[in-house]
């Protein structure tokens, strides 16, 4: 009795696991759909909206289906072109330059120690703090003066205000995690400082670039206010027209247009997801199951 | 062929105090040097100052006479494996032995060729292909070392690079690292804090404590002729003993021994293998055995010599047990005085 007695012990308990399992699962089959349909149902709408002629209150779907709000999207004599234009070609170029400067400011912040270090890190995190809003209106006299107000290159300045500190927190996690013997490694087996950044360092951090370089993207893609103050209406991009879309009667086209500016920052999220999760994900702790 | 390598009154300093402090080395062209130390007595910043990782603050590193200071350090003839592997994760393993060659400018079939030789004489041949990660620390190691090899250094620096690998793979790829620096008769300078490495591996063995260098010379004469009593505690098993040195004459609780040093106060040291257990009525001094530690291949004893504590290491059938009285003989070859 007692040589059985001893087994006996695990035998009760499995029950009782195999019960949270169940549970745990029972939470995830219920949690899951409805995080997803939290995520996805209020595009929903979007996507009837685009497509409608006639959409009146109480019908589930448009009652006069069109084509006409989609077409305008891809209509050359049409604003919404000259939008795209000026959305991807304004967010590619911030997303470059905010990378390029968070490669140098993120390398110092990660790795180096030196006077000031934590008033820096504070004052780049200050324009995350301080709203956009009082920051440009502020330096918005100098952009006039500079003949930067109403351009491109002023838009894509005061973009380059709000995703630098990002991109160079992020740049700093990611050289923290850089073992630098590699780059000593490779300098005595013959790489001058040029050849170990572009064949050692630059390998190395580059999927953590590729993502800062993303959220760059991301935050110039989206922005409104800044761009409305300094680019006063001249420098029009897809949120801007977004908004003037909103307050006119024509939901369809706007509709169109929320759609214009959601899929190409998810199709973008999609081919770098790989980057944000899963194995040798560069930012640790990001984007991890 | 091979190259001589020559520190002159080294001198490192990060800013608090100087970390290598007036270390002067000179390593005769094919030989393997080992640079012996407690961690942080400043071996490794030495090694990087041969390597050019960092500029020292004074003094002179010269091969064959010419200094090196001015040169970058891709530029000199050095190839350097560090503790860790630190292959280079983005590339194949035969990218990363073919990694020096490139920056010299090697073609591309001649890089695969030379990288394919370097990964077979360290037994890895058909690794190639494969990315880091996917072998073994040691293999990683050797691939380290073959990376280094491939170059045709003039100068090889190691810097501990087996402490990474346990215990059987350490002796293996030591033993590799033998082979294959008498094959290439490279100048190799080799940091470590295992003292049976470096009397194994290196033809002299260079001490360093605190940033100094305490002696240099074959593992036999730091073995058995420590110059400091700073040596024979590093290296462990030596007994020292106050005394006074009078007319080539070291007197103390051990009696009276023939040595030669200068007259004044005086440590010896005998190490304990060398003191011998002899019969009553030869020259000696009585002891009682204190008590004895079995260890196989021999016996440590501790014994009572007049009140000064003696330890040796006997024959495993020389049966000793706590209580014993013994005669003890030290034989004045195996004594050395130092300064305490």
């Known amino acids: ?289 | 062929m091979a190259t001589r390598v020559t520190l002159e009154d080294l001198v490192v300093d990060y800013g608090a105090g100087p970390v290598v402090d007036g270390v002067g080395l000179d390593v005769a062209p094919g030989s393997l040097v080992a640079l012996l130390g407690p961690s942080g007595c400043g071996k490794s910043t030495t090694l990087r100052a041969v390597a050019g990782l960092l500029q020292p603050r004074s003094g002179d590193v010269r091969f064959d006479g010419r200094s090196q200071l001015a040169v970058a350090p891709e530029r000199r003839p050095v190839a350097m494996v560090f503790q860790a592997p630190l292959l280079f994760p983005h590339m194949s393993i035969g990218d990363n032995v073919a990694f020096g060659l490139r920056m010299r400018g090697v073609g591309r079939e001649e890089r695969r060729r030379r990288a394919q030789e370097a990964l077979e004489r360290v037994q890895l041949p058909g690794v190639a292909d494969r990315r880091p990660g996917q072998l073994s620390g040691g293999q990683e190691q050797r691939v380290s070392l073959a990376r280094a090899l491939v170059v045709q250094p003039e100068v090889l620096l190691l810097d501990e690079p087996f402490s990474a690998l346990d215990a059987s793979l350490r002796v293996e790829v030591r033993e590799l690292v033998a082979q294959l620096q008498r094959e290439a008769g490279v100048t190799t300078l080799f940091v470590t804090h295992d003292q049976e490495e470096a009397t194994v591996l290196a033809d002299r063995v260079a001490l360093m404590l605190d940033g100094r260098l305490e002696q240099v010379g074959t593992p036999r004469e730091l073995y058995e002729r420590p110059a400091t009593l700073a040596v024979a505690r590093f290296f462990g098993t030596a007994n020292a003993f106050d005394g006074v040195v009078a007319d080539g004459c070291w007197r103390g609780a051990l009696g009276a021994v023939p040595v030669r040093a200068e007259d004044g106060a005086g440590v010896l040291l005998v190490r304990q293998e060398a003191v011998r257990v002899v019969g009553p009525d030869d020259p000696g001094v009585d002891a009682v055995v204190l008590r004895t530690a079995y260890a196989g291949t021999s016996v440590r004893a501790w014994a009572d010599a007049g009140g000064t504590e003696v330890a040796l290491v006997v024959d495993p059938t020389t049966r000793l047990v706590a209580g014993d009285r013994v005669r003890l003989h030290v034989p004045p070859e195996h004594c050395t005085v130092v300064r305490r």
Request: proline letters at 8%; a positive charge; zero cysteines.
């Open chain 1, 1 to 289: 009795m007692s040589v059985l007695a001893g087994p006996a012990v695990p035998v009760v308990s499995p029950p009782r696991g195999r019960a949270s399992r169940s549970w745990s699962a029972a939470v995830r089959a219920v949690s899951l759909p409805l995080l997803l349909a939290g995520l996805v149902l209020p595009f929903l709408p979007l996507l009837l909206w685009a497509v409608a002629e006639r959409y009146p209150y109480p019908a589930l779907t448009p009652t006069v289906t069109s084509s006409r709000p989609l077409r305008l999207l891809a209509d050359p004599t049409s604003e919404v072109l000259t939008g795209l234009v000026n959305s991807v070609s304004i967010a590619v170029a911030v997303a470059i330059i905010a990378a390029l400067i968070g490669l140098s400011a993120g390398r110092a912040l990660g790795l180096h120690q030196f006077r000031g270090k934590r008033l820096v890190q504070f004052l780049l995190l200050a324009p995350v703090i301080v709203p956009g809003l009082a920051v440009t209106l502020g330096i918005q006299v100098f952009f006039i003066r500079y003949g930067l107000s109403d351009t491109r290159r002023g838009v894509v300045l005061v973009h380059l205000l709000a995703a630098v500190p990002y991109v160079s927190l992020v740049m700093s996690s990611v050289y923290a995690n850089l073992d630098l013997r590699l780059e000593d490694q490779a300098r005595t087996l013959g790489a001058g400082p040029v050849q170990v950044f572009l064949r050692i360092t630059l390998p190395a951090v580059a999927p953590g670039l590729a993502v800062a370089g993303l959220f760059a993207f991301l935050i110039s893609w989206g922005e409104y206010v800044l761009t409305l103050l300094v680019g006063g209406g001249a420098v029009k991009t897809l949120p801007l027209l977004l908004y003037s879309y909103l307050g006119s009667t024509d939901t369809p086209v706007a509709a169109a247009l929320g759609l214009a500016l959601v899929v190409p920052p998810v199709l973008l999220l999609a081919v770098t997801s790989r980057l944000l999760s899963g194995e040798g994900t560069p930012l640790a702790g990001f984007g991890r199951t």
